[in-house]
């Protein structure tokens, strides 16, 4: 059980690096209202979730790749916290775009994403 904690661990300080350095880039770029950064981040998680899901991993690198890694990249709480700034904000078309796309888009990446790790594994 410790090296799976350990595996989890290490996985996560490369998902949070990852989200932070990738986040502040496309805010950077960013001159649109919609969460681009949050909706990109979640939908690259989602691809490469399904993708490594395909793989014949042992379980300590798939807790290290999806737990760990994907787990800190992505993030449930800011694609809500700014679902509900966009209600707050009554800006109602972005928000179902946002909410509806994330869903919608996210289930078809992590399809995408099996169907490629199938295509490797």
């Given amino acids: 059980m410790l090296i799976n904690g350990i595996m989890v661990a290490i ?3 490369f998902g949070v ?3 932070a350095t990738l986040s502040k880039q496309i805010d950077r770029e960013k001159h649109v209202p919609f969460p681009i950064a949050t909706f990109s981040i979640n939908m690259i ?3 490469i979730l399904g993708f490594v899901v395909a793989l014949p991993l042992e379980q300590h690198f798939l807790l290290l790749l999806t737990t760990g ?3 800190t ?3 449930f709480s800011t ?3 700014e679902n509900m700034k966009l209600l707050r904000e009554k800006k ?3 928000f179902l775009c946002y909410a509806g796309g994330t869903y919608v888009f996210g289930i078809l990446l992590i399809y995408a994403g099996l169907a490629a790790g199938h ?3």
Avoid: P, Y
């Fill in 69 to 71: 890694l994907i787990g």
């Fill in 92 to 94: 109602f078309a972005l």
């Fill in 11 to 13: 996985g996560a300080v």
């Fill in 17 to 19: 690096l990852g989200r």
């Fill in 73 to 75: 990249f992505t993030t």
């Fill in 45 to 47: 998680g989602c691809f």
């Fill in 119 to 121: 295509l490797f594994g």
């Fill in 79 to 81: 694609l809500n916290a």
